[in-house]
């Protein structure tokens, strides 16, 4: 399983919204401090306001801000809009396992590796992830 790099900014940028909670941020010193090519960083600020990651502020000092409760959004909850997590298709698509409809060890092995991933990832909290780069880069 591989993010693309669309998802990897967007997490990215998640976390520096959430560092500066309810402030204001302009798109460009987002996408400037989080070191994201400026057209696509654009095209991911729109994704992240119409997901309700971030909040869109309209106006001369408008730009977007991060307003949920930090404990409140996983890496999970981020991931999954840029990203279908799939492992072997037969998993969620029994019918598309030409071996036995998806009722085999490697199937069932696989979807238990799935659902361990899902779990990790929602158990990982923006806050947390704020919490541990400050603690590690103290910033």
Known sequence: MKFNKETDYAIRMTLFCAKHHSKILSGIEIIEECKIPTSLGKSIL?????????????GINGGFKYTHPRKSISLFFVIEKFET???NTC????????????????????????NIIIDQLKGIFIETLIEEQQQKYNN
């Open 46 to 58: 729109t994704k992240l306001t119409s997901y309700k990651i971030l909040e869109s502020v309209k």
């Open 85 to 87: 997590l799939e492992i």
């Open 91 to 114: 998993i969620d698509e029994k019918e598309s396992c030409t071996y036995r409809h998806g009722e085999c060890v490697v199937c069932e092995k696989m979807g238990f590796l799935k």
